[in-house]
T-cell receptor, first 116, second 109 residues
């Protein structure tokens, strides 16, 4: 059983479209994250959710919106896609947030988004 | 200057060699993570540490909080260790993980 699964793995779409990436974890963790890895392979936090509550909202455009129907799921919706949104998006989870004592991080396989 | 600096950026080793990857950071942290990203893209957590030293198989991670420095050591390296190794720190002031740019390791048979 995959601990953190995200779909789709690959997504190719046109500028201006709206798309979603789904993430689910079966570890019973309290905290989930979305990270963006750019073309230079640099990872950066986008959002984290702790028990369905948004804890961190980094300076990402408001075209990106995380949605968590329950603590096992954290989906990423992107509106009006732009060329610069092309990247690999990783979902992750950890047992807790706890001021940085998160416990081990578990990552999904990544979703490669290409905007044409 | 990045808040998390790794060295070297690229490392090529022969099978069996002892490998060290370094991570220095400039912010106050709660914990430091070492991650491994496989050539296929998946990311795996290797260690989370806030003091001292941890060992798992052939991998050893150390951290010196006073010097704001951590090292990841691989003993008896093997071609399957070829990957990008990423250091990430939990910044107390920012309340999130800050990543280094990674060290690309290639182990030749």
């Amino acid at each position: 059983d995959t601990a953190v699964s995200q779909t789709p793995k690959y997504l190719v779409t046109q500028m201006g479209n709206d798309k979603s990436i789904k993430c689910e974890q079966n570890l019973g963790h309290d905290t989930m994250y979305w990270y963006k890895q750019d073309s230079k392979k640099f990872l950066k936090i986008m959002f984290s959710y702790n028990n369905k509550e948004l804890i961190i909202n980094e300076t990402v455009p408001n075209r990106f919106s995380p949605k968590s129907p329950d603590k096992a799921h954290l989906n990423l919706h992107i509106n009006s896609l732009e060329l610069g949104d092309s990247a690999v998006y990783f979902c992750a989870s950890s047992p807790r947030l706890a001021g940085g004592d998160t416990g081990e991080l578990f990552f999904g396989e990544g979703s490669r988004l290409t905007v044409l | 200057k990045n808040e998390v600096e790794q060295s070297p950026q690229n490392l090529t080793a022969q099978e069996g060699e002892f490998i060290t990857i370094n991570c220095s950071y400039s912010v106050g942290i709660s914990a430091l993570h070492w991650l491994q990203q496989h050539p296929g893209g998946g990311i795996v957590s290797l260690f989370m540490l806030s003091s001292g030293k941890k060992k798992h198989g052939r991998l050893i991670a150390t951290i010196n909080i006073q010097e704001k420095h951590s090292s990841l050591h691989i003993t008896a390296s093997h071609p399957r260790d070829s990957a990008v190794y990423i250091c990430a720190v939990w910044s107390r002031s920012q309340g999130n993980l800050i990543f280094g740019k990674g060290t690309k390791l290639s182990v030749k048979p």
